[in-house]
């Protein structure tokens, strides 16, 4: 079985300031880790996908993310944070090679302070 | 990004009563489609892999004979919340998989179902 720990619901930053959002994850076999981001009344949009490839993937709107399998972790990154950037921000696991059977977060909602 | 509709975006409906969500891809065609549920401030969970021209997979605990799902086309997949109750009011989130493309699942911006 397969899981995903966020943590902090809740993560408030200035404008400007680094942005850090948390993902632990537990698999049995090697994961395939994804970050999804929902703003309000959208879809979740993907923002970045780690496949065994290199361990520090680059997302879209300058957000990044390291694979450190020593501490089972996948954490959402990006320098400086922008008032668009406030939006709801899922990580999701998944055991096949293929994006699917994806295994969700409780999700972490971003906020940013002016 | 590909786009991925649903229709309606919310809907109320009185307990007894079934309700039928649709869910599109409106820019490639998917033979698998996914039915997730999200509560009030938790994640999504899936309900169901919704595969074109055969039978859904549910997850363990869904109950397949009360939520109906139809895959009849490869960029349509219905879902159908039949004799709905109040806990059945939640957020529905389909996803629809483009496998041949990005190997990406794209989402769909989900139905708010109340049920009275």
């Known amino acids: 079985a397969q899981s995903v720990t966020q943590l902090g619901s809740h993560v408030s930053v200035s404008e400007g300031a680094l942005v850090l959002l948390r993902c632990n994850y537990s698999?049995?076999?090697?994961?395939?880790l994804f970050w999804y981001v929902q703003y309000p009344n959208q879809g979740l949009q993907l923002l970045l996908k780690?496949?065994?490839?290199?361990?520090l993937v680059k997302g879209i709107n300058g957000f990044e993310a390291e694979f450190k399998k020593s501490e089972t972790s996948f954490h959402l990154t990006k320098p400086s944070a922008h008032m668009s950037d406030a939006a709801e921000y899922f990580c999701?696991?998944?055991?096949?090679?293929?994006?699917?059977?994806?295994?969700f977060g409780t999700g972490t909602r971003l906020t940013i302070i002016p | 990004g590909a786009v991925v509709s649903q229709h309606p975006s919310w809907v109320i409906c009185k307990s007894g009563t079934s309700v039928k969500i649709e869910c599109r891809s409106l820019?490639?065609?998917?033979?698998?489609m996914f039915w997730y549920r999200q509560f009030p401030k938790q994640s999504l969970m899936l309900m169901a892999t919704?595969?074109?021209?055969?039978?859904?997979?549910?997850e363990q605990g869904v109950e397949k004979d009360k939520f109906l799902i139809n895959h009849a086309s490869l960029t349509l997949s219905t879902l159908t919340v039949t004799s709905a109750h109040p806990e059945d009011s939640s957020f529905y989130i389909c996803?629809?998989?483009?496998?041949?493309?990005?190997?990406?699942?794209?989402f769909g911006p989900g139905t708010r179902l109340t049920v009275l």
């Open positions: 996803s629809a998989w483009d496998v041949v493309s990005t190997d990406t699942q794209y």
């Open positions: 698999s049995s076999v090697p994961p395939y």
């Open positions: 780690y496949t065994s490839a290199a361990t």
């Open positions: 999701a696991v998944s055991d096949r090679p293929g994006n699917e059977k994806l295994t």
């Open positions: 820019d490639f065609q998917a033979t698998t």
């Open positions: 919704s595969n074109e021209g055969s039978k859904a997979t549910y």
